[in-house]
């Protein structure tokens, strides 16, 4: 199975694919499975109709990876293959839990009243799939700090790129109290009538997402760094994001897989995001 899994990962999640393929042959496709497990998860918000059945899948993915640590066979085929990653790199069962946990809050409107809750979040689910994709990798708990700020960086930056598949869904995934101070109502946001008054809030999120970028300069392991790799391209999106005139309910911040790959591989060439 792990041509589908690759496959997969390829079509939802193109930034991870990309990563991956600068990663040693033999555990791309063990990075996948992770990255595959990862998808399942998050698009449990968008594949419900109601918040409780979103929680009831949740739970089930809780119940499987509970079930794995205790060494239960369990005749799925993701699961299955997710039970030899985490067998052959000890992978800590703590990640996948605070990940899932924090995929509850996609079944709320609005799950994030500050920015410390929004960080929280993107360190819990982006953060955390980086955590374990450096431990498949050998790099153990080395880069977790580089993660915290890396993971928070390129969820943040994503986020925001996704605000109109998210507010056409009546869920805000930016901070209430930022969207507050611009005196913008989470109604227009959901009408997708705030257009360019949102671009103050954008470059004030562009500009926390730079400063976590920044906050971690110093060199990686080349053999390490295809975890932390989908934050290279941050930078592209942010140019786009916060760019005159731009309006994020018109306007694309998508670009080729061209410069996404250059992107990676200047960081590869440089050993830093």
Sequence with gaps: MADSWDDLVRRVDPDRYLSSLFAPQALRAELNVVY???????????????????AIRLQWWRDRIAELYRGAAIDHPLVDALSRVIATHRLPRDLFDALIDAREHDLE?????????????ADATSGNV???????????????MHVRDLGIAYAVTGLCRALPFHAAR??????????????????????AKAGQRLQPLLEDMAAQ?????AA?????????????????VVPLYLRALTRPGFDVFRD??????HRRQLAMLGAMIRRRV
């Design 36 to 54: 595959a497990f990862n998808y399942e998860v998050a698009k449990t918000a968008e594949t419900v109709s109601q918040p409780i059945a979103g």
């Design 130 to 144: 980086m955590r374990l994709a450096a431990r498949i990798l050998g790099a153990g708990e080395t880069l977790d």
């Design 252 to 257: 694309s911040t998508e670009f080729g897989a």
């Design 216 to 232: 971690r300069r110093d060199r990686i392991a080349r053999s390490h760094l295809p975890a932390v790799l989908p934050a290279a």
């Design 109 to 121: 409107e609005a799950p994030f009243p500050t920015l410390e809750s929004l960080e929280d979040y």
């Design 209 to 213: 997402a730079r400063s976590h970028l």
């Design 170 to 191: 009546r869920r805000l995934m930016l901070p209430a109290d930022r969207l507050a101070a611009s005196r913008i109502s989470i109604e227009d946001v959901f009408a």
